[in-house]
């Protein structure tokens, strides 16, 4: 078993009363995933966080099981901060029914059934496969078994691994496991009492490679398959907004640069990318930045998917520069 160095935290909007970023490193934390409930000042602490050299593992949100629009909104949500902040890994966090909640308006609405709970959680993780291909699930057989029916639909999915000691004291790493069809968690959240600036913290043991993050990977073939489906996604983006052949070069070569950031975040000085080119190396970059997290070599990366990326962008430019508005076929 091999555990990464550094503290490992996971922060919600209620940390953030007692954050600060320079007492988290200062304390050990090297790594931390956070949470995207309010996503305004979650956005403050990943700013944070990454200035003091802290590196942003993944977002979270939870589904609370029972209706469609308390189930699917934190997962959009969710979604949307990592795409926003540029966060590689989205977990699902199953573990709660709507009326479970303090909110009084929900607490009135049935509990769910397994079969419920399956199909809104497959709508989440279909969601989040199509726009995170890095992706997975965090929960606990406790819950899992009698809640989820014990389901493996899921078992492909990294698994981040909820149990403590007692009340919530710290236990000693556990990896292997067997429910839900999974044998191997890629993290174990093992305490949520370890104080770091006058609050008790959840704290995690990341499993694995420290580089790749282990088993966050997930399935391989399926992360593949959606880093293929991003590399048309981009194709689209590419070439959308092209028939006003009004617009100069420059506007549009600029419009290609903005559609495109949207999807893989700012230049790394935090400006907006202002040409083809540009976004042609930073599409690159994520790109292969996900598909060797998924257990690609960087020679597989360029063979797999950069030249058909750079043809793409080439292509874009042609276009660009001849003014037409050709679509390439879905």
Not at 204 to 233: N, P, Q, W
Not at 295 to 300: H, I, L, R, V
Request: charge should be negative.
């Amino acid at each position: 078993m091999r555990v990464a160095d550094g503290l490992v935290v996971d922060l919600s909007n209620y940390d953030w009363d007692t954050f600060d970023a320079k007492a988290f490193y200062a304390a050990g934390v090297r790594r931390a995933i956070v949470g995207s409930q309010q996503p305004s000042l979650s956005g403050q602490m990943v700013d944070g966080l990454r200035n003091e050299g802290i590196d942003i593992i993944a977002t979270y949100d939870l589904p609370y099981f029972g209706s469609d629009e308390t189930t699917r909104g934190p997962i959009e949500r969710a979604v949307s901060f990592a795409e926003k902040y540029n966060i590689p890994h989205v977990w699902v966090d199953a573990e709660i029914d709507a009326n479970q909640t303090n909110v009084k308006e929900w607490q009135s609405s049935p509990t769910p059934t397994v079969s419920q709970r399956q199909a809104e959680f497959r709508w989440c993780m279909d969601l989040v496969r199509t726009h995170a291909p890095s992706h997975g699930i965090y929960t606990n057989g406790g819950w899992w078994t009698p809640n989820m029916g014990g389901s493996n639909e899921w078992s492909s999915c990294a698994l981040w691994l909820a149990t403590y000691g007692v009340d919530g004291s710290a236990c000693d790493p556990i990896e292997d496991v067997d429910f839900g069809g999974w044998t191997k968690a890629a993290l174990h959240q093992y305490t949520s009492t370890h104080v770091i600036n006058g609050r008790g913290r959840d704290v995690s043991y990341l499993f694995g490679d420290a580089t790749t993050e282990g088993h966050m990977a997930g399935d391989v073939t399926a992360r593949i398959a959606a880093l293929e489906a991003a590399v048309k996604d981009l194709s689209w983006a590419v070439f959308s907004g092209y028939e006003d052949r009004d617009r100069s070069t420059a506007e549009r070569s600029a419009d290609v640069a903005y559609r495109i950031d949207q999807r893989l975040g700012r230049a790394s000085d935090g400006t907006v990318m202002s040409s083809v080119s540009e976004t042609a190396a930073a599409a690159l970059r994520a790109i292969q930045k996900l598909a060797v997290s998924a257990g690609m070599s960087a020679d597989d990366v360029h063979r797999a998917i950069g030249d058909e990326l750079n043809d793409m962008l080439d292509a874009a430019q042609a276009h660009i520069e001849a003014g037409t508005s050709d679509t390439p076929s879905r």
